[in-house]
């Protein structure tokens, strides 16, 4: 079976870090787009951070730029993203998302490209 499973959600205080990290199961990650999203309740899922495989390009929302980093093992089988410098603003439910095709690499942003996703694991920042 085809899945993707996140691990490594909690609770943190303001300042602190966690490490997201998203299992490949039944296929691996090679030539694939690796995205992850967030959403708050009542809100729309937004873009946080992707990487292309294929082309070691990474791409980042504004509002994690130079605060989380995001990765993948060399055996193409898990991803991670490194959350550092966590605001309250950052609490949400983040989402690891996977696709082997997209329409153009700017199409990396958007949640309609992916078509693997995880189960999503909640994230939250204590002030």
């Known amino acids: 079976e085809v899945q993707l499973v996140e691990s490594g959600g909690g609770l943190v205080q303001t300042g602190g870090s966690l490490r997201l990290s998203c299992a490949a199961s039944?296929?691996?990650?090679?030539?694939?787009?690796i995205g992850w999203f967030r959403q708050v309740p009542g809100k729309e899922r937004e873009f946080i951070a992707a990487?292309?495989?294929?082309?070691?390009?990474?791409f980042y929302a504004d509002s994690v730029k130079g605060r989380f980093t995001i990765s993948a093992d060399d055996d193409r089988k898990t991803g991670h993203l490194q959350m550092n410098s966590l605001e309250p603003e950052d609490t949400a439910v983040y989402y690891c998302?996977?696709?082997?095709?997209?329409?153009?690499?700017?199409?990396?942003?958007?949640?309609?490209?992916?078509?693997?996703w995880g189960q999503g694991t909640q994230v939250t920042v204590s002030s």
């Open positions: 990487v292309s495989l294929s082309q070691g390009s990474k």
């Open positions: 039944g296929f691996t990650f090679d030539d694939y787009a």
């Open positions: 998302a996977a696709t082997s095709y997209l329409r153009d690499l700017q199409s990396i942003y958007e949640e309609n490209q992916y078509y693997y």
